[in-house]
């Protein structure tokens, strides 16, 4: 591996610790002297099995997950999760869903394939939102119903950087109804309330390993209430009792996957370890490249400061026939994967956990020297 590598800015498939890409390359073509690579491994063998069960017991420790929570491997994606959602708790009633973002938004059009879904909130409808996603609206203001199977929101949205930093508390609301989440773009970023979440799924391509994987961690009661017509491998309950192992799971996506949660269990930073020292350097690096962004007078991040993500950091050049001068001087900086979502435009720094202090120090040392050049 290179002494010296760009830093990767991308919303995902995104950047894994060099460290953790080290250990994949040096155990390619065999396996602690099993003479396999983990992509030759049957999932069913004594190996495979031992790299499975040591991931799922790493992720509970560094989540905190109950034992009343199961934690699943998975396929199909984000997106896909969307549909295996509502075909296993939303029992063909109604379904609940705050739109604080893109991903929300498609979360809610694909649910409603199976279910009967009302926008409990939409962030696009705040005054002065204009159509676009820019703060999260108060759950005070949600007209959730009592009826409702679940309650979905998206507590971290890529495309256009929002970020609930504290989990509504549907009971406190007066509901009894689960409350889903989808914690893609920032799971094993920060710490998860367990007591106000009935199911959490994340697509693992963002922040924890390959695409092709998604992690589903489901309370126990919330099992066994699939629709007729959910196929059987998507079945949480079938796919619960058979560990993970009812059809052939992403293996290598779950192995590399379990290697970051043990670079992030020995992570140490500012006198902390673990979920609490990455959890650290996560709010250090967003501080630090906010600054730069308010500081200046060339770009600008929308999103209310209550809810501005900590891995995702949509800006804008204020003349933004410098956009394309801007990205190419970030590619000969070493600065690579900029440009923001088709559907907003602008610039993105998606800062996941792989994402070092230098990263960011080194993006705001160069939006500090384009703004000079062209301010």
Same mark, same amino acid.
């Given at each position: 591996?290179? %002494?010296?590598? !760009?830093? =990767?800015? +991308?919303? &995902?498939? *995104? ?6 890409? @080290? ?59 969307? %549909?295996?959602? !509502?075909? =296993?708790? +939303?029992? &063909?009633? *109604? ?6 973002? @893109? ?273």
């Amino acid at each position: 591996m290179p %002494a010296v590598r !760009p830093f =990767n800015f +991308s919303a &995902g498939p *995104a950047a894994l610790p060099p460290e953790v890409l @080290s250990q994949v390359a040096e155990e390619m073509l065999d396996w602690h002297g099993s003479g396999m690579s983990v992509m030759e491994m049957s999932h069913r063998g004594r190996e495979f099995i031992s790299i499975y069960e040591a991931a799922e017991a790493d992720l509970r420790e560094l989540l905190q997950v109950p034992e009343h929570f199961r934690i699943l491997f998975m396929q199909g994606g984000g997106l896909g999760e969307n %549909a295996i959602l !509502p075909l =296993n708790l +939303s029992r &063909g009633g *109604a379904v609940d869903v705050v739109v604080t973002g @893109s991903w929300s938004k498609k979360s809610a059009a694909e649910a409603r394939r199976y279910a009967d879904v009302r926008i409990a909130a939409n962030a696009a409808e705040l005054p002065g939102a204009d159509g676009r996603y820019l703060d999260i609206p108060p759950p005070s203001t949600w007209q959730l119903r009592q009826d409702a199977s679940y309650v979905h929101v998206c507590t971290n949205e890529t495309i256009d950087g929002i970020e609930f930093q504290a989990l509504p508390d549907l009971q406190a609301l007066g509901h009894d109804a689960p409350l889903a989440i989808d914690f893609s773009s920032h799971v094993a970023s920060r710490p998860v309330d367990w007591s106000k979440v009935g199911l959490a799924f994340a697509g693992a391509q963002k922040n924890i390993g390959p695409a092709g994987l998604t992690l589903v961690i489901v309370r126990d009661d919330l099992l066994g209430h699939a629709l007729p017509i959910c196929p059987s491998a998507f079945d949480y309950k079938i796919v619960a009792e058979a560990q993970s192992m009812y059809n052939t799971p992403p293996t290598f996506g779950i192995y590399v996957a379990g290697l970051v949660f043990q670079w992030l269990k020995r992570f140490a930073y500012g006198g902390k370890t673990g979920l609490a020292a990455i959890e650290q350097r996560n709010i250090d690096k967003a501080a630090l490249l906010y600054a730069a962004l308010d500081g200046s007078s060339l770009y600008e991040n929308r999103v209310a400061a209550s809810c501005r993500s900590r891995m995702n950091v949509p800006f804008f050049l204020r003349d933004e026939r410098l956009n394309d001068a801007f990205l190419a001087g970030a590619k000969e900086r070493g600065l690579l994967q900029l440009k923001g979502h088709k559907s907003v435009g602008g610039m993105r720094a998606s800062i996941y956990n792989a994402m070092p202090l230098e990263g960011v120090q080194a993006l705001v040392s160069y939006l500090k020297d384009f703004e000079t050049r062209h301010g």
